[in-house]
T-cell receptor, first 114, second 117 residues
């Protein structure tokens, strides 16, 4: 069974640009969550999508947005990039409706802002 | 608000010894789930073990066990017979409520475990 796939693995952008990250969940998983990981702030929850609907949202500005498609694949978009957006962005998938099932993470996209 | 506290930023342990990683949590909800993840230097997050708030027995998965003390709100991870490959960052995480209510998972700040040969 294939794991969670995130593309691209690495990305370099400049301030003011926008970026789109992609996440393909494990087959059968309907929930996709996104996290930002930085050395200073640790792992912070961005948002969760379940069956194409945003079910939960963290405390991030509106520049961070996402969506989920009918095949459960998800994309995350960050507009007007700032230096502080440099981070490892992790995507995690789960069944989404069974409480004792964990989230399974992808390898992440490392975003660097110049 | 839910909160996860890991008080050990780093630990050094001799190979083959057992190690306990501390985790305390704060929640007012009666239903919640606790997870431990391992993150090697390569970056991927690996799920280790889960404990539900209503589970009466401590969870175990191979060399990993979770010492769940509900009254003290602690969920310590115990690794028996540590191996060099256990060197990694370990995160404790909690989900408050159930998935269907749209609950999110929050993570502690992590403990960096280093195994000495």
């Amino acid at each position: 069974k294939a794991g969670v796939t995130q593309t691209p693995r690495y990305l370099i952008k400049t301030r003011g640009q926008q970026v789109t990250l992609s996440c393909s969940p494990i087959s059968g998983h309907r929930s996709v969550s996104w996290y930002q990981q930085t050395p200073g702030q640790g792992l912070q929850f961005l948002f969760e999508y379940f069956s194409e609907t945003q079910r939960n949202k963290g405390n991030f500005p509106g520049r961070f947005s996402g969506r989920q498609f009918s095949n459960s694949r998800s994309e995350m978009n960050v507009s007007t990039l700032e230096l502080g957006d440099s981070a490892l962005y992790l995507c995690a998938s789960s069944l989404g409706d069974v409480d004792n099932q964990p989230q399974h993470f992808g390898d992440g996209t490392r975003l660097s802002i110049l | 608000a839910q909160k996860i506290t890991q008080t050990q930023p780093g630990m050094f342990v001799q190979e083959k010894e057992a190690v306990t990683l501390d985790c305390t949590y704060d929640t007012s909800d009666q239903s919640y789930g606790l997870f431990w993840y391992k993150q090697p230097s390569s970056g991927e997050m690996i799920f280790l073990i889960y404990q539900g708030s209503y589970d009466e027995q401590n969870a175990t998965e191979g060399r990993y066990s979770l010492n769940f003390q509900k009254a003290r709100k602690s969920a310590n991870l115990v690794i028996s017979a540590s191996q060099l490959g256990d060197s990694a960052m370990y995160f404790c995480a909690m989900r408050e409520g159930g998935y269907s209510s749209g609950s999110k998972i929050i993570f502690g700040s992590g403990t960096r475990l280093s195994i000495r040969p």
